[in-house]
């Protein structure tokens, strides 16, 4: 465990998955993965009393993405074996329904997250990114798979490969976000909206996520064709130049 994510049950049947490593942006760590991973399954479990898990972020950040540091000591290993991995698939089983709260900087994975989650809610400071092409990697996270069918071909194009930042209002409009909070009342939202769904029949609730949610096979497929590429990718020239171009900034 880790005590960058704090993980509390909450009132209404609840778990709140809180990233509290605001000095780093909330940037991802193995154990922060671990410990995220560990909640959604524990949340899984029958004799939990969880009906719906909220990830939030910590004084305005949601999170900056992988820490690079953290990543690229990682990248001897087996991408198979990496902790962002088994967080992401866990993402695409998950039973209990999942709620975020953005407020600020949403990268990376801070975006991708958000495509399982079954609610969005964000601040007028919210701010999303996939930069996955400008580090030398590809999309992960199924995000491949599932943008292009959330906003189609064209706009998700340009969100993968060229990388650029998006606000609260265009999640909306492109129905990557339910609505507009402000930031004061963001995480009493979320947590009232989980409740909301903790709240309801459970096998009803759960027969309506499948069908809404549709082919997990197929998501789970992309997902390990973009493991298959982002391991190649993460060892290639391009992304170690782009590593050690992030790492020289950060040490200024």
Do not use: W
Request: proline content about 5%; hydrophobic content about 50%.
């Amino acid at each position: 465990m880790t005590d960058h994510v704090r993980i509390t049950d909450e009132p209404g049947g609840v778990r709140l998955v809180r990233l509290a490593r605001p000095e780093k942006k909330n940037a991802l760590t193995g154990a922060m993965y671990d410990a995220m991973r560990e909640a959604l399954e524990g949340a899984d479990r029958e004799d939990s009393g969880v009906g719906a898990v909220v990830f939030a972020g910590a004084e305005g950040v949601f999170t900056a993405g992988n820490d690079i540091a953290d990543f690229v000591a990682r990248t001897e290993r087996a991408f198979g074996e990496a902790p962002s991995l088994r967080f992401i698939r866990q993402l695409a089983v998950t039973r209990t329904p999942m709620v975020a709260a953005v407020d600020g900087l949403a990268v990376g994975v801070g975006t991708t997250l958000t495509l399982h989650c079954d609610l969005v809610y964000v601040t007028p400071a919210a701010t999303f990114r996939m930069p996955f092409v400008d580090l030398g990697l590809v999309p992960e996270a199924a995000s491949s798979y599932l943008l292009p069918r959330r906003v189609g071909l064209p706009k998700a194009t340009e969100l993968l490969l060229l990388g650029e930042a998006f606000g609260a209002d265009e999640a909306v409009r492109l129905g990557l976000a339910n609505a507009v909070v402000p930031a004061d009342g963001l995480l009493e939202h979320a947590l009232a909206q989980g409740a909301k769904l903790a709240g309801k029949p459970r096998q009803a609730l759960a027969a309506a996520r499948r069908l809404i949610r549709g082919d997990g096979e197929a998501v789970r497929a992309a997902m390990d064709a973009e493991a298959q590429a982002f391991d190649a990718a993460l060892r290639s020239p391009e992304a170690q130049a782009a590593f050690q171009r992030f790492l020289s900034r950060g040490a200024r």
